[in-house]
């Protein structure tokens, strides 16, 4: 069974400039969850993807944006990078039954993409 | 609205002695609470969920936690410390949408 996947796993980027980050969820799930985490905190939710469509949305700008594909994989977009946007990007995957505004469903995360904006 | 509060940034046990990690946690239905761990450079590995089957929850390596409800807590204990569990602790609690919450993390260092 293949775990989650994300590439690349370190990316520097400067300010102003545009990412993609991708992710490949776990062999049977259909649920991806993004997560930032900044130095010395806990992730934050920046939003869900079930079944191809948004779950659920953190208190995030709309230039993070995401898309999910068939196959479940996923990619989280940054437009116009500030230089707090520096930080680890979690990916997690879950199956769910529905999308349910409340799960339980545990979530597998990957290794992360380290980004720096300078 | 959901939160989770770990009151300890920084545990230093000595190898062989008992671990405790404190949690608290507020939510406005039942939670599920998870604790996951991570080493230095990597990703979060689950630990143990909680989800209302039973109060006292055996994860792997040795952790367990115990849901108390009346006490809004969920603690993570080990009763005896290893090196390689030196890494941050997570506290988790499920909310709306999908979301985890994390709380803020407790580092664990063991010494020899």
């Known amino acids: 069974e293949t775990g989650v996947t994300q590439s690349p796993t370190h990316l520097i980027k400067t300010r102003g400039q545009q990412v993609t980050l991708r992710c490949s969820s776990q062999?049977?799930?259909?649920?991806v969850s993004w997560y930032q985490q900044a130095l010395g905190q806990g992730p934050q939710f920046i939003f869900q993807?079930?079944?191809?469509?948004?779950?659920g949305r953190g208190n995030f700008p709309p230039r993070f944006s995401g898309l999910q594909f068939p196959n479940y994989s996923s990619e989280l977009n940054v437009n116009a990078l500030e230089l707090d946007d520096s930080a680890l990007y979690l990916c997690?995957?879950?199956?769910?039954?529905?999308?349910?505004?409340?799960?339980?469903?545990?979530?597998?995360f990957g290794p992360g993409t380290r980004l720096t904006v300078l | 609205a959901q939160s989770v509060t770990q009151l300890d940034s920084h545990v230093s046990v000595s190898e062989g002695t008992p671990v405790l990690l404190r949690c608290n946690y507020s939510s406005s239905y039942s939670p599920s609470l998870f604790w996951y761990v991570q080493h230095p450079n990597k990703g979060l590995q689950l630990l143990l969920k909680?989800?209302?089957?039973?109060?006292l929850v055996k994860g792997i390596n040795g952790f367990e936690a115990e849901f108390k409800k009346s006490e809004t807590s969920f603690h993570l204990t080990k009763p005896s410390a290893h090196m390689s569990d030196a890494a941050e602790y997570f506290c988790?609690?499920?909310?709306?949408?999908?979301?985890?919450?994390f709380g803020q993390g407790t580092e664990l260092s063991v010494k020899p």
């Open positions: 062999s049977g799930h259909n649920t």
């Open positions: 988790v609690v499920s909310g709306w949408g999908g979301k985890l919450i």
């Open positions: 909680y989800t209302s089957a039973a109060t």
């Open positions: 997690a995957s879950s199956f769910s039954l529905s999308n349910l505004r409340w799960s339980t469903d545990t979530q597998y």
């Open positions: 993807y079930y079944r191809e469509e948004e779950n």
